[in-house]
């Protein structure tokens, strides 16, 4: 545990300097470097990038024991998982076996849930495919590795993540309690 506020400004000054070095290091299979992601794909999909990396965000505060490597691990099964069903269209799941993986999948998977409602409800159906999802895989595991340094205990994609999606601050009423909702 860092005893001192200044530690904790160290190490994260630490991770900007180590930043995007471990990217070079990592296969070009493990990021599925074979695949071309264009500009077009990417603001197409931005909603759905922001959501899932969301879900990714809400699984890391969830659970502060989640690194890195959990993080990466388990966008890397879906990964296969969703390549696998888009290229074969068997639908095969590698068994994750960390605890923390499992919920960060779970999480995963029920955000994919609510976002087909969503387009279904809007809509009227769900244009989103497999080979979409697969995609934002790829482009959320291509962000996670040029984040980390690809220690096991590295947090830098995690914290990254919490930047973009800060937590909520409670909004107080005029009576005084807490709340989410903004009342005049």
Same mark, same amino acid.
């Given at each position: ?25 990592? =296969?070009?299979?493990?990021?599925? =470097? ?43 099964? #879906? ?21 923390? =993986? ?37 482009? #959320? ?8 340094? =690809? ?11 919490f930047r973009q999606f800060p937590e909520e601050p409670l909004i107080r009423s005029a009576a005084g309690e807490a709340s989410r909702l903004i009342v005049p």
């Open positions: 545990m860092l005893d001192c506020p200044n530690q904790c400004i160290y190490l994260q000054q630490a991770r900007e300097h180590e930043r995007g070095r471990f990217i070079e290091q990592v =296969g070009s299979a493990q990021v599925f =470097g074979r695949i071309e992601i264009d500009e077009h794909f990417l603001h197409q999909h931005e909603p759905l990038i922001l959501g899932l990396s969301y879900a990714l965000a809400k699984s890391a505060r969830a659970d502060h024991a989640i690194r890195d490597p959990d993080l990466i691990a388990t966008l890397q099964s #879906l990964a296969r998982r969703y390549e696998m069903l888009t290229e074969s269209g068997l639908h095969y799941e590698q068994p994750i076996t960390s605890l923390a =993986g499992q919920t960060i999948a779970s999480d995963f998977e029920e955000s994919i849930r609510e976002y087909r409602a969503a387009e279904q409800k809007h809509l009227g159906y769900s244009r989103l495919r497999d080979s979409e999802i697969f995609l934002v895989l790829v482009v #959320l595991l291509r962000i996670a590795y040029s984040h980390t340094s =690809g220690r096991p205990k590295s947090r830098g994609f995690t914290e990254f993540l």
